[in-house]
């Protein structure tokens, strides 16, 4: 119950609110507002489904591109053929050069080594990183189906593939050059991501090493994804 | 075996039915067919006889190992315990859903049953929108999912054995808790879709719909409760959340269930807030769809998540699309009439309800957030990034916090207008449960200040408030005693909801600041002590278990020179799937965890193990608290103003003789005049 | 023989499909290392519970078996024997790894939405809801300019009579919460 002391004012709001006309726009414009209002919910829902969407089928795995666009990182490990004698990232080819890291003990990767072989025989420079293996099991293995690489080097406690962010083996780098590290391939190579992924990459980054220069980040960025 | 293709008939009758329950009754309520209408109720009990039958056939052919069902092969085999088997059936994808429908058609046969009270015209509309859910559901369980399909012509002499992981007391009970809580929320979300389809502008239906909510809210927190306990003895690591996605998937719906119990409550009580309440019962059961997408569909990284089919996502996605888009539909077009200027003053339940709701659903939203947050930053390519426990607690506990605040005083300021003076009582509580958490906070541990204290603190505020309100309630009875019997259930309910949220969240202070961990390699008589108590090792053991062999250790505990307790921790192998399990041991009271795991052995030759010791102060409370929180929900649910009764009360008779017919009609004008 | 066969075939075969189906951490491998001090103990389980396994679906170091979990626990103790700060091993981790390694997401522009949306909604929703109460109180009572609808007719004695008695019905309902409209016990 309202009280008395505003009695006069109120009586001239009673009469402006009893016009019809001033009414009903008050009503309209309140209603189109609710109406509105109670539409955002289903807005906001259908935003989200079309995201669920988009989203079914992409892989959900994390992929780790840190090493990209960055010098190889500093190593001293030593020669797997001759322990005796270390290497560091000099040793490292100047030219183009796919950086395989693998290991004896490691499924995926006894998979992958007949094609490496057949790389090796295509003329393409591999260079070996023989992760956390003992040296006799990793002699054996490279006896048994061969030896692709021009160098194998041993990184025996991990450090080296930590700081390349590896997550597993097989992973290959494809380093150019300048020692940057453009591409960075989970799991193993074969046929189909040689052809769709790693002969672009390569032919761009082999074209700039023949002329002398860096390689032109655009083009990288296009062939190297 | 016959029995399993009696199982996948009677899922295909149920799924004839649930049109039937669709179509039929729909035409009824539109044509005014009173018959048609009554087939409703029928129908519903039919559809849960077929659906009982499918599942308990596919029971059978885990218990009578039918390795012809692709199902039964890649869960089962025939050295598996026999409780094993048949909790196997909702061991994987196929199966829970099956699960999941069989609890689904429970409930509508309860709703048919106790909503023999309602206007049939509601109770159709209820049922056939449930039905409607059924069927779409159904159809995704035969067409893409069928855990009834045949491994023929080959038939495999035994089967894969089910995740050693899985081989635990957890799962029979877990995932049933779980989706009886999942399912329940389609309940109220029928109740308010047919109300609306009805046209009703009233909030009687807020009446019937809330037993419907306080239980499936309640079995939603014991099955979390289960989940989390499970969790943390089973995987080893002493973990009891993790803020996985699968984890917040069950979560969302309960926090949602949470905020519609407490806007059902004013809706109920005073007739306004209706399009909340409507808005918020879509929401749970939204979110419930959602939680199920996201676990089978494979968009999000999980542990717990099955088998990621983009196929049955999409399914999935589109169901959750139409039932969820056409609940908002029908909101959007027919929910705004219900608004209603509400007329209530600053201090009043209905704001500290307004405070709640707010309060929670941007907790959920914080969840729905960092659970949804990679695949919003794939579509928006914002880069990759993790969202875990670090973020999660950031945000989630000061908003608990919060809510404890508003909780405290809110449960028990009167609805309307409360013209106490509560300022007064609030500053003597305020301070004096500061200085309680102080003193407390001080003898346990006084370098956790904040997480202690302020839980602590926040904790008494909500207490004595509490007590303040028990004398207030009873100050008129003769006596004390008297007084507090006289209290309804509900309110007791409420009470020991809200006491059994402080113990819980008590809990969850103590255990995450004070716990310790150890990590220790210990042979024959060796001992370490850690946190007081002495561990020692008295001896190796080999065992074996049907499906498993084992190293088992013998661990003496003692405190102060007294033996505490023995433990066996053990380490299994198991046979079929070649997985490696650790089985910890754990000494449990109220007061603390005592947690002992055995890992591996140090080295080759060594016959010193690995082990992992934890000391766990009052774990124990945050499942304990939850269980408090489902004892209240039931407590609640069982007050009689939710009976719909048919033969004629003392308010019925008064109600008469006012001139009305029905009580309903009584509360409905008489809310009609509490509102302005 | 056939049978056998059939049997090794489909053992393995449901064994490979299980293995992919559900990596969970069916075992966290427990490494005993020796620390300095407890603090350093301390230091080193927080910190292996807020970073990932980056081989895993969605498990922090503490819980997950992985070989790759085991060299970055590894890597963990050596920084922390080593001196360093936590911040300085998130850097170490972040800089091989990316952010994802942490389960603590960078406070960044493209992560404002996670950190700061929820409280901002917060505070704009309560103020909202305050600052529309304050003004439907003062609507109420007739002190603001807003016009209030007033279309009352005036009541007959009867009716007046039976609103008296239902509003005083309604109002001791209103005092003692322990009843509801719907009849007592």
């Given at each position: 119950m309202t009280t008395s002391n505003n009695e006069p004012d109120r009586k001239a709001q009673q009469e402006a609110v009893k016009d019809p006309k001033v009414a009903s726009s008050n009503k309209v414009k309140s209603k189109k507002k609710l109406k509105i209002g109670f539409l955002i919910p289903l807005v906001i829902f259908i935003g989200l489904v079309a995201m669920l969407y988009m989203r079914l089928g992409k892989p959900t795995d994390i992929v780790t591109n840190t090493a990209l666009e960055r010098p190889v990182p500093a190593f001293e490990l030593p020669l797997l053929s001759d322990t005796s004698r270390i290497m560091t990232n000099d040793n490292l080819p100047d030219k183009p050069f796919l950086m395989n890291i693998w290991g004896s003990w490691c499924p995926?990767?006894?998979?992958?080594?007949?094609?490496?072989?057949?790389?090796?025989?295509?003329?393409?420079?591999?260079?070996?990183?023989?992760?956390?293996?003992?040296?006799?099991?990793?002699?054996?293995?490279?006896?048994?189906?061969?030896?692709?690489?021009?160098?194998?080097?041993?990184?025996?406690?991990?450090?080296?593939?930590?700081?390349?962010?590896?997550?597993?083996?097989?992973?290959?780098?494809?380093?150019?050059?300048?020692?940057?590290?453009?591409?960075?391939?989970?799991?193993?190579?074969?046929?189909?991501?040689?052809?769709?992924?790693?002969?672009?990459?390569?032919?761009?980054?082999?074209?700039?090493?023949?002329?002398?220069?860096?390689?032109?980040?655009?083009?990288?960025?296009?062939?190297?994804? | 075996m016959l029995i399993t293709e009696l199982g996948y008939f009677a899922l295909l009758a149920a799924f004839i039915l649930a049109i039937l329950q669709v179509v039929l009754p729909t035409i009824g309520v539109m044509r005014d067919h009173v018959a048609w209408q009554r087939l409703a109720p029928s129908l519903a009990w039919a559809q849960f006889a077929a659906m009982i039958t499918s599942f308990a056939a596919l029971m059978a052919g885990f218990y009578y190992n039918d390795f012809s069902l692709v199902y039964v092969t890649q869960h089962s085999n025939t050295l598996l315990p026999w409780y094993y088997k048949l909790s196997a059936t909702w061991g994987g994808h196929e199966g829970s859903l099956l699960l999941w429908m069989t609890i689904m058609a429970t409930w509508c046969a309860l709703v048919s049953y106790f909503s023999r009270g309602l206007p049939l015209s509601m109770r159709a509309r209820v049922l056939v929108i449930l039905a409607g859910v059924q069927m779409m559901m159904l159809a995704m369980l035969i067409f893409t999912s069928s855990p009834f399909d045949r491994t023929l012509p080959n038939l495999p002499v035994d089967g894969a054995d089910l995740n050693p992981v899985l081989q635990d007391f957890g799962l029979i009970i877990h995932p049933p808790m779980l989706y009886m809580g999942y399912v329940g929320m389609v309940v109220p979300f029928a109740f308010c879709m047919a109300a609306l389809w009805e046209g009703r502008l009233d909030a009687v239906w807020t009446r019937w719909s809330r037993p419907w909510a306080l239980a499936a809210w309640g079995f939603l927190t014991v099955g979390i409760a289960l989940g989390s306990w499970w969790a943390y003895y089973e995987l080893g690591w002493g973990g009891w959340w993790f803020w996985d996605p699968v984890e917040n998937a069950s979560l969302m719906p309960w926090l949602a269930g949470t905020a519609l119990l407490h806007s059902l409550a004013v809706t109920e009580k005073r007739g306004v807030f209706k399009a909340w309440t409507i808005m918020l019962a879509i929401f749970a059961f939204a979110l419930s769809l959602l939680g199920t997408f996201l676990v089978r569909s494979g968009v999000i990284t999980s542990v717990h998540s099955f088998a990621a089919d983009p196929t049955r996502g999409l399914v999935i996605l589109v169901i959750l699309g139409i039932i969820v888009g056409g609940g908002l539909l029908m909101f959007a077009v027919r929910g705004w009439r219900l608004t209603v200027e509400s007329q209530y003053r600053l201090i009043s339940r209905e704001s500290f309800l307004v405070i709640n709701n707010v309060i929670i659903l941007i907790s959920t939203l914080v969840v729905l957030l960092g659970t949804l947050y990679p695949i919003i930053a794939d579509a928006f390519n914002l880069g990759q990034v993790s969202v875990g426990p670090p973020y999660f607690n950031a945000l989630f506990v000061p908003l608990t916090w919060l809510l404890l605040v508003a909780m405290g005083m809110g449960s028990n300021i009167r609805w309307k207008q409360d013209s106490r003076p509560l300022l007064g009582a609030g500053m003597v509580i305020a301070v004096s449960s500061l200085v309680l958490a102080a003193i407390i906070t001080y003898f346990t541990s006084p370098s956790a200040m904040l997480n202690i204290g302020v839980t602590l603190a926040v904790s008494f505020w909500v207490l004595l408030w509490m007590v303040v309100d028990f004398k207030d309630k009873t100050k008129n009875a003769p006596s004390r005693l008297n007084g507090l019997r006289q209290l309804r259930l509900s309110y007791w309910g409420q009470q020991t909801a809200h006491i059994g949220v402080?113990?819980?969240?008590?809990?969850?202070?103590?255990?995450?600041?004070?716990?310790?961990?150890?990590?220790?390699?210990?042979?024959?008589?060796?001992?370490?002590?850690?946190?007081?108590?002495d561990f020692t090792v008295k001896d190796f053991s080999e065992v074996k278990g049907s499906n498993f062999d084992a190293t088992q250790a013998e661990v003496t505990v003692s405190k102060d020179g007294q033996e505490v307790t023995t433990l066996y921790p053990e380490k299994r192998n198991y046979i079929i799937s070649m997985m490696p399990m650790t089985e910890a041991a754990i000494d449990a009271n109220l007061m603390r965890d005592v947690?002992?795991?055995?890992?591996?052995?140090?080295?080759?030759?060594?016959?010193?193990?690995?082990?992992?010791?934890?000391?766990?102060?009052?774990?124990?409370?945050?499942?304990?608290?939850?269980?408090?929180m489902a004892f209240g929900a039931l407590l609640s649910m069982l007050d009689n103003r939710y009976r719909i009764k048919k033969t004629k009360t003392p308010a019925q008779i008064a109600a008469k003789k006012s001139g009305f017919a029905t009580v309903a009609d009584l509360d409905t004008s008489a809310t009609k005049i509490g509102e302005r | 023989m056939i049978a056998y066969q059939i049997r090794k075939a489909t053992i393995k075969l449901a064994s490979l499909f299980i293995a992919c189906l559900l990596s969970m951490a069916s075992f966290a491998a427990i490494d005993v290392y020796d620390f300095d001090s407890v603090q350093q103990e301390a230091q080193y389980r927080g910190l292996i519970e807020e970073l990932r396994c980056p081989k895993c679906q969605n498990q922090n170091l503490a819980g997950s078996d992985a070989p790759i979990a085991q060299d970055l626990k590894q890597k963990t103790y050596d920084l922390i024997k080593d001196g360093r700060s936590d911040g300085e091993i998130r850097a170490y981790m972040q800089e091989r790894y990316g952010d994802f390694i942490s389960y603590k997401p960078p406070v960044r522009p493209s992560t404002w939405i996670l950190w700061f949306f929820p409280p901002l909604l917060l505070i704009v929703l309560l103020v909202g809801w305050f600052w529309q109460s304050k003004r439907r109180q003062l609507v109420a009572s007739g002190e603001s300019g807003v016009a209030v609808d007033n279309h009352v007719k005036a009541l007959s004695a009867a009716e007046k009579a039976e609103l008296d008695r239902l509003l005083s019905r309604a109002n001791n309902d209103d005092k003692d919460d322990t009843t509801s409209l719907g009849g007592k016990k």
């Open positions: 995926t990767c006894i998979i992958e080594h007949p094609f490496l072989m057949k790389l090796e025989e295509r003329g393409v420079n591999l260079v070996g990183v023989n992760y956390k293996d003992d040296i006799g099991d990793a002699l054996g293995y490279l006896n048994r189906g061969g030896d692709p690489f021009s160098m194998s080097i041993q990184d025996l406690s991990g450090q080296f593939a930590l700081d390349l962010g590896l997550t597993g083996a097989p992973e290959t780098f494809i380093v150019d050059g300048d020692g940057i590290i453009r591409q960075h391939i989970i799991g193993e190579i074969n046929e189909a991501n040689w052809q769709d992924r790693i002969t672009p990459c390569l032919m761009v980054l082999n074209d700039a090493s023949n002329n002398g220069v860096s390689p032109d980040p655009s083009q990288v960025a296009e062939a190297c994804k | 402080i113990i819980a969240v008590i809990g969850v202070a103590f255990t995450t600041t004070l716990s310790i961990e150890r990590d220790v390699a210990l042979g024959p008589n060796d001992s370490v002590n850690v946190q007081g108590y947690y002992v795991a055995l890992g591996e052995p140090i080295a080759e030759d060594s016959n010193e193990w690995a082990f992992r010791i934890y000391v766990k102060p009052l774990i124990r409370w945050i499942w304990l608290g939850a269980l408090i | -």
